[in-house]
């Protein structure tokens, strides 16, 4: 089956949401025939090519969506990459190219807990995943920051507890997300848990979860998002390496 051509989107506003994390709203006439609902789906953004290098595309989550428009959220850092780089110069107006949406991974709601882990990049997922949680859901979720500044006040149910770890220089400390899931008192009942954050980072927590006994391989949700020094098409080939 092919794929349908990317669409070209407008970009609409920015909101600096925290120091490293700014959303930028795009819609126009491109969003016509967009499926609604995509909220946590994943788009493929195609940047613009610097000098003679070629388009770079790069993945993002749907943060939220409306009436013919889309938030994505970008983690903007010094040592800004093509993504983070346009996302800060962009202007309002300025237009881009957007493929998919591609499958929403959620939590089973059915499940007796819920166990949310991630960091700035897997965090607008996150929050869809919280958000759509029953009111009464029990559980965690723990979320990787670079600075304090930038804990987002987040629609969780009010049994969530939310813990913030900070890691100014993610992807150098493997242990940081781990070492906090490991401190959780481990609830009782069948739980559904959803992961993604750095790649190292997510091969500790992958082998910690998948030795839990009441952790169901089917209600596990656990993905790299990016590796520290390593492009996205590399990444790719090392995710499924990693199996």
Same mark, same amino acid.
């Given at each position: 089956m092919t794929r349908p051509a990317p669409r070209e989107l407008t970009l609409l506003r920015k909101q600096q949401i925290t120091p490293n994390m700014l959303r930028l709203t795009l819609g126009g006439r491109g969003m016509a025939g967009f499926p609604d609902e995509q909220a946590s789906a994943y788009v493929k953004l195609v940047f613009p090519a610097q000098g003679e290098a070629r388009p770079v595309? +790069? =993945?993002? =989550?749907? #943060?939220a969506q409306r009436e013919g428009e889309i938030d994505i959220d970008f983690v903007v850092h010094q040592d800004a990459g093509p993504a &983070?780089?346009? %996302?800060?110069?962009?202007?309002?107006?300025? &237009?881009i190219l957007v493929g998919g @949406?591609? @499958?929403k991974k959620m939590l089973d709601n059915s499940a007796d807990w819920f166990l949310l882990i991630g960091d700035m990049t897997a965090l607008p997922a996150l929050s869809v995943n919280l958000e759509q949680l029953p009111r009464d859901a029990r559980g965690y979720a723990v979320i990787e920051i670079l600075d304090q500044a930038d804990q987002q006040l987040l629609d969780a149910p009010d049994n969530i507890?939310? $813990?913030?770890? /900070?890691? @100014? $220089? @993610?992807? =150098?400390s493997d242990n940081s997300l781990l070492d906090q899931v490991q401190q959780l008192p481990w609830l009782e009942g069948r739980p559904s848990v959803w992961? %993604?954050?750095e790649f190292s980072s997510? +091969? #500790?927590l992958r082998d910690h979860l998948r030795a839990q006994p009441e952790v169901e391989r089917s209600n596990l949700y656990i993905s790299s998002y990016w590796k520290l020094g390593v492009g996205e098409e590399a $990444?790719?080939? /090392?995710?499924? %390496?990693?199996?």
């Open positions: 595309m +790069r =993945t993002y =989550t749907v #943060r &983070s780089r346009w %996302a800060q110069q962009a202007q309002a107006g300025d &237009s @949406p591609g @499958p507890d939310i $813990h913030w770890v /900070l890691n @100014p $220089h @993610p992807g =150098t992961c %993604a954050c997510m +091969r #500790r $990444h790719k080939v /090392l995710k499924q %390496a990693a199996g």
